[in-house]
């Protein structure tokens, strides 16, 4: 059965301009296939002119469970639903939307603690991270942290205005650098820039002063090991992909959407999905 033939038939989506490239039907039709739930996921292309119009017409569609926001629309999804957990001063970007059973739709933002389960085994209260880039991701990685205890965070951006107001905005202990600046010695350092992705500049960046138990943390997924990570598995440093929070974002939407816990035990699987 599908939604052509069971127009019936639950359904969630990831939104965006573009949207084709998105990983996220692939995940989540996954887990639905895995946990033989009669539910689709699907991409919906939707661009900024046309985003309230789209939160008209599926707050009246009772299939509907729900969307997964993606670029250019984590912002402007802030006036649209509900924000019951406060995410727009605690975060600044929205990245799912759940229809509610009395059709009302509410806005969270599972990129925060998505970025966190990866690395949230260690201890990271009073620690030194470096964060690069001061976009949304930036914002959702700043937010997991504050709320992880960290001690002090280095930005390193193009917008030193952008990243100051972030830092301010959070409350949080920290300084700002330019992009070309000398690396302070931090415990940890994430890339929340689209530098190392495909199509993308590299990430010009020496990781000398870093120490050798900093762990690496790098965003973006396509490529997979970007050189970043390579330079700091060339260090024997220790490193976490972008598909760790990519998958860890989607299982909190899912639970949101579907109702079930994704099949985590078939995570390695699904990874040599994505990477395919
Ligand atoms: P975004 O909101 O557009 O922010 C990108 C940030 O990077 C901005 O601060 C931007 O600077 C900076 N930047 C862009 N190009 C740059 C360049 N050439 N030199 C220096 N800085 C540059 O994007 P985002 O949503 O934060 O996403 C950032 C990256 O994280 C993307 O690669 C995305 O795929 C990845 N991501 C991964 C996950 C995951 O689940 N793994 C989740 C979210 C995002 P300005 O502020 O000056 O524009």
New binding site residues.
């Given amino acids: 059965m599908t939604r052509e033939t069971d127009p019936d038939m639950p359904y969630a989506e990831v939104i965006g301009d573009p949207i084709a490239h998105s990983k996220s039907p692939l995940i989540h039709k996954f887990w639905l296939e895995r946990l033989a739930i009669e539910a689709d996921y699907r991409t919906c292309h939707v661009t900024p002119a046309e985003l309230s119009d789209y939160i008209e017409r599926r707050s009246g569609d009772s299939a509907w469970r729900g969307c997964n926001v ?2 250019p629309h ?1 912002i402007a999804m802030l006036d649209l639903v509900a924000d019951p957990g406060g995410v727009r001063e605690k975060i600044g970007a929205m ?1 799912t939307v759940v229809r509610q059973a009395d059709g009302s739709l509410m806005g969270t933002n599972t ?1 925060a603690a ?2 966190l389960a990866p690395i949230a085994d260690s201890d990271w209260s009073g620690k030194q991270a470096v964060v ?9 990685v700043l937010f997991a942290l504050k709320q992880a205890g960290i001690g002090e965070i280095t930005f390193v ?3 030193g205005l ?2 100051t107001g972030l830092l301010v905005q959070a409350s949080v202990k920290g300084s700002v650098l330019p ?1 070309d600046a000398r690396l302070p010695k931090a415990d940890l350092l994430i ?5 190392g ?1 495909t199509g ?2 590299p990430l010009e960046i020496y990781l000398d002063p870093l120490p050798d138990d900093a762990l690496v943390y790098d ?4 490529p997979l090991e970007t050189g970043l990570l390579r330079a700091a598995k060339k260090r024997d440093l220790a490193v976490v992909d ?5 998958i ?2 989607a299982a909190l939407a899912f639970e949101l959407f579907f109702g079930a816990t994704p099949p985590m035990e078939h995570d390695a699987e699904l990874r040599k999905l994505l990477v395919a």
């Fill in positions: 993606t670029i984590k990245n990129d998505g970025f690069i880039g001061a976009g949304g991701a930036a914002r959702a951006a193009r917008s952008k990243a992009m890339n929340a820039s689209p530098l992705m993308k500049p965003l973006v997924y396509a972008g598909l760790d929070m990519l860890g974002q």
